[in-house]
């Protein structure tokens, strides 16, 4: 049996960082991103390692994820996120849910159960339920500081992880967009477009979500990956498609078949870390 060498990378999403907290931000992509390479590092599944990285950005307030989602037109918290493995195209997903703290451990729990891809709002909610999930008020999930500092901003977060078996999984969280509509879906439960796994890599997507679903922009960086181009320049190819057709600003992460990792943006900043076969650790903003 071929043993591969992990390797995982995590985001905190792509724009502009008004305040000062890219130090912080940096130190909690640092952190999910340990967290998950304890996991593959020592053996386990890709899988549970970017399950592990996200619910550490969801619990993280500083990221529009689970508790520093951002509010909707009627200050009320919708998540969105989805989870992926790339060996056997299993995946999860929800979307627009409410009261639960950490939306990609649904997700994963909906891909366990087998019998759809992607639940959404009320629907989600009812499943949760029915398994024993446990929901939280939607005033735990947002304090008075999230409502002001997410006014004009956007955010994901998100993590690919590569294991010993050679397998790939992606996860992706999002609160979405602040002030959206009600019911308003973004890119990171859409199978493709936010979040995309396969034999030939995994991607997690972040930015303006409406350009990102048009361009099916995870699955156009594996399309890349797939005829030849090296991982740095099909993510950089991906992003230049966004721009150059939508006119719009995002970034990825992604890592090939054989472990390598790579990036691209064109915003400003987009928090990044990434852990090698070497163990090294690497935080770029």
């Known amino acids: 049996m071929v043993n591969f060498t992990p390797s995982i990378i995590v985001h905190g999403g792509a724009g502009p960082i008004k305040d000062d907290s890219l130090e912080p931000r940096l130190a909690g992509c640092e952190k999910a991103a340990l967290a998950g390479w304890q996991i593959i590092a020592h053996g386990g599944a890709a899988l549970d390692a970017v399950e592990a990285a996200v619910v550490m950005l969801e619990d993280n307030p500083l990221f529009n994820a689970g508790t520093g989602s951002t509010l909707n037109s009627l200050g009320k918290v919708e998540m969105d996120a989805a989870i992926m493995e790339g060996q056997s195209l299993r995946a999860g997903a929800v979307a627009a849910v ?25 629907g989600a909610l009812i499943f949760a339920r029915q398994i024993g999930f446990a929901e939280v008020s939607s005033e735990s999930l947002t304090s008075e500081r999230e409502r002001n500092r997410w006014q004009n901003a956007h955010g994901t977060v998100g993590c690919v992880a590569f294991d010993r078996e050679g397998k790939l999984a992606v996860a992706t969280s999002t609160g979405g967009i602040f002030n959206k509509l009600p019911g ?3 890119d990171s439960p859409l199978l493709g477009c936010g979040t995309y796994a396969n034999k030939y890599g995994a991607v997690s997507c972040t930015g303006h979500g409406e350009a990102i679903i048009r361009i099916l922009m995870a699955r156009a960086a ?13 993510a950089r190819c991906a992003v230049g498609d966004l721009e150059r057709l939508t006119g719009s600003t995002g970034g990825l992460i992604l890592i090939d078949r054989c472990g390598q990792v790579a990036y691209a943006r064109n915003t400003s900043q987009m928090p990044i870390c990434s852990i090698t076969h070497t163990g090294d650790i690497s935080c770029v903003s």
């Not at 399309?223 to 740095?232: A, V």
Request: charged residues 25%.
């Open 98 to 122: 409410s009261g639960i703290k950490n939306p990609i451990k649904l997700a994963r729990q909906i891909m366990e159960d087998g019998r759809h891809v992607m639940l959404a709002g009320d």
């Open 184 to 186: 308003r879906v973004g």
């Open 222 to 234: 594996l399309e890349y990956l797939q005829n030849g181009i090296e991982p740095l320049e099909a």
